[in-house]
């Protein structure tokens, strides 16, 4: 909260100037948002990331077991792992484990299941002290002892980009302050929307934007660890669209 104050306090006050190719990046990203439709999003499955967070999480028999703690993606979107916390309903203690995502089931009423057992957790323990092994199984294996670990450079927790600065192009080819990550928005295994909170100068308001990628997709927009989310669109084309309406998904 305390980097969402400050944000909001120096808006419009801190620049950089783009880079020479950044009016290509520029027209890139008008081209995906030009295409980009609300409607579309709103008659999709698509689920809340931030909603999500807290869930009652079910085992094997249909008994509670935890609650869902983040999400695991890659530098495309890909939901890789969904990490729960569980044990306490257990009586072993807090325990922090990763999911394989197609091993995750989400139900009409967006309760959350996975095919885990007391007895498996020992099973799973793939952790050293120092983080994550070269050779673990993330997008395979339920793997315990998960949180705060490093995850490496290809992979990253829902958590690290949602409440990131956003930063839209300016006059002048500069990046300007224009809000914070409040939400993903995810569907079919990826990411599909990020939400965007404004600041007051451009609302305060609400929009959806489509998931660009990582660093990898030539935009340089964030990576794991980064505070800032550099989206490639004009700032007068970011406002002068629809505020998102979460209460017309149709999840709700």
């Known amino acids: ?144 002892g998960v949180d705060d670990q490093a995850l490496g450079s290809e992979l990253w927790r829902a958590s690290d980009l949602m409440g990131d600065y956003v930063r839209v192009v300016g006059d002048g080819e500069r990046w300007v302050n224009f809000g914070y990550v409040s939400d993903l928005m995810i569907n079919d295994g990826a990411i599909t929307a990020t939400l965007v909170r404004t600041t007051v100068r451009y609302g305060p308001g609400t929009y959806a934007y489509p998931y660009h990628g990582g660093p990898e997709e030539g935009f340089g927009m964030w990576a794991p660890g980064s505070s800032t989310l550099d989206l490639p669109i004009l700032v007068g084309d970011a406002v002068s669209r629809p505020q998102f309406d979460a209460e017309r998904m149709k999840s709700k």
């Open 1 to 144: 909260m305390m980097k969402r104050q400050t944000l909001f306090a120096i808006a419009g006050m801190s620049f950089s100037v783009l880079p020479a190719t950044a009016q290509n990046v520029v027209d890139a990203g008008k081209i995906v948002l030009d295409s980009w439709s609300d409607e579309a999003l709103y008659a999709s499955d698509a689920l809340s990331v931030d909603e999500l967070f807290g869930r009652d999480v079910t085992g094997e028999g249909g008994e509670r077991t935890g609650d869902v703690e983040d999400l695991v993606l890659n530098d495309s979107g890909e939901i890789i792992a969904l990490i729960a916390e569980v044990g306490g309903f257990w009586d072993i203690g807090d325990t922090h484990v990763s999911v394989p995502w197609d091993m995750v089931q989400i139900s009409a009423d967006r309760s959350v299941a996975v095919p885990m057992t007391q007895d498996q957790i020992p099973d799973f323990d793939l952790f050293a002290s120092s983080g994550l092994p070269e050779d673990a199984n993330v997008a395979g294996e339920i793997i315990e």
